[in-house]
C-alpha cells in the first residue's frame, strides 16, 4: 500500500533570539521528517503591549543560519501581514510566507499582499480567516493564483466559534473537507497547534488531519515552552514532537481495494441517505401545512415552547439510542430554522 508522506513545517510560534533560533532549527533539522522551519517574526497580537516579534534582525539570523554549510539546505516560512513585510521576506530569500487567520478575513489587505507577491516564485500558504466562511478562504487563495504565484497552499486552524468547542479554534473539519472539494489542487495542511491551544489533543488531532487526507502538517516547537513569549500552553518541545511524529499512522485515503463487504456496507448507507433526504422533504410538506393552519388562527409561526417539547422530546430519545446529545441537537436545530423559514415563506 502507498500513502504519501505529510508535508511537515514546524518550528516555534516566534522567533525569540539568535540561540533559541539556531537551538530549535538544530533540533528539528535531526527529524528526518520535517521539510520546513517556521518562524513567527511579525506577531499579530490581539491587544496591544505583548512581544510582537522581532522583524528583520530574526530574519537576517536566518539567513546566517543558512550560510553555514550544515544548515544550507534549510527552508524557511514565516507569517507576513503588510506588502512591506513581504519585500523583507523576499529579501532574506525565505522560501514561504503564510498569511494569518486575521489577514485572511481582510480581502483589501489580502489583494495587496498578493500584488507585492506578484511574479515571485515563494509558496504561499493561506490560513482561514476565523470565521468559518469557506468562501472567504477560497478567496483569499484565488487572490494570489489571479497574481500568478503557483505554489498556494491552504492551512487549516480552526475557526472562533461563540460556542466553546474544548478547543481554542473548533476545528469544524466540514470547512476544509468543502475546501478539498472546491479546489482540489490546492494542498492543505492542517495547524493542530492553533487548533487545540495546549498540548494534550495535539497527537490526535495530527492523526485526524492525516485520516482526512490532509497535505502537511504545521506544528508549533520551541526549545522551552513553558517560557515561550507566546503560545506557550500549545508549543511542544522537539522531544515530544518526535514521539508524535513517530506515533502518527499514514493510512491511504483513496479506494485501494474495492472490497466487496465495503461494497455493500456503502450501498447501504446510500439507501438511507435516500431515506434521509425523503424524510426530510416530507416533513417540509408537512411542515407547510401547518403554516397553513397557524395562519388562520394568527398564530405565530415560531411557537417557543412547542420548539421546547420537540427538542427535549428529540434529545431523549436520541439518549436511549446512544446518539451523541450535541450531534442531535445541532441537526434539529437546523431542521427547526428550514422549517421556520419555509413556513414564513408560504404564508408571505
Ligand atoms: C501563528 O501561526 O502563529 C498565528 C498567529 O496563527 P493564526 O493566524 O492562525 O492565529
Ligand atoms: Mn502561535
Redesign the pocket.
Known amino acids: 500500500m502507498k500513502v504519501k508522506e505529510p508535508f511537515v513545517v514546524a518550528g516555534p ?2 522567533v525569540e533570539s539568535r540561540e533559541q533560533l539556531f537551538s530549535i532549527v538544530e533540533s528539528l533539522q535531526q527529524l528526518s521528517k520535517v521539510s520546513m522551519i ?1 518562524c ?1 517574526v511579525w ?2 497580537r490581539t491587544r496591544p503591549g505583548g512581544f510582537e516579534g522581532l522583524g528583520e534582525e530574526a530574519l537576517q539570523w536566518m539567513c546566517e543560519l543558512k550560510s553555514e554549510e550544515r544548515y544550507k539546505g534549510v527552508r524557511f516560512a514565516c ?1 507576513v501581514a503588510r506588502p512591506e513585510h513581504i519585500v523583507l521576506a523576499l529579501k532574506y530569500g525565505v522560501q514561504a510566507v ?1 498569511i ?4 485572511t478575513a481582510n480581502p483589501f489587505m489580502v489583494q495587496e499582499l498578493a500584488e507585492a507577491l506578484r511574479g515571485s516564485e515563494i509558496s504561499v500558504m493561506v ?1 482561514n480567516a ?1 470565521s468559518p466562511d469557506v468562501k472567504l478562504w477560497m478567496g483569499a487563495i484565488e487572490r494570489f493564483l489571479n497574481e500568478g504565484i503557483t505554489n498556494v497552499w491552504a ?1 487549516h ?2 475557526f472562533d466559534l461563540y460556542k466553546n468547542s474544548g478547543y481554542r ?1 473548533a476545528p469544524l473539519w466540514e470547512v476544509p473537507i468543502e475546501l478539498r472539494r472546491a479546489m482540489p489542487e490546492i494542498p492543505i495542511i492542517c ?1 493542530p ?2 487548533i487545540a491551544g495546549r498540548r494534550e489533543p495535539l497527537q490526535q488531532l495530527s492523526q485526524t488531519a492525516l485520516d482526512l487526507g490532509f497535505d502537511g502538517l ?1 506544528m ?1 516547537v520551541h526549545p522551552q515552552p513553558s517560557v515561550a513569549l ?2 506557550s500552553y500549545q508549543q511542544l518541545h522537539p522531544d515530544d514532537f518526535k514521539l508524535l511524529l513517530n506515533s502518527l499512522v499514514l493510512r491511504s485515503t483513496e479506494d485501494i481495494v474495492i472490497d466487496e463487504e465495503l461494497r455493500l456496507l456503502r450501498g447501504q448507507i446510500d439507501q438511507i441517505d435516500d431515506q434521509l433526504l425523503h424524510l426530510l422533504e416530507e416533513r417540509l410538506s408537512v411542515s407547510v401545512k401547518i403554516a397553513d393552519v397557524k395562519e388562520r388562527s394568527n398564530m405565530a409561526v415560531f411557537q417557543p415552547k412547542r420548539w421546547d417539547w420537540v427538542l427535549t422530546q428529540r434529545l431523549e430519545l436520541a439518549s436511549q439510542l446512544g446518539l451523541d446529545s450535541d450531534f442531535v441537537k445541532e441537526i434539529f436545530e437546523k431542521i427547526h430554522a428550514e422549517s421556520v423559514r419555509t413556513q414564513q415563506e408560504s404564508i408571505k
Open positions: 510560534c516566534s517556521r513567527g506577531k499579530p507569517e503564510w494569518g487567520a486575521r489577514t490560513k476565523p492551512i486552524r480552526g479554534n495547524d497547534s492553533h504545521m508549533e507566546t503560545d
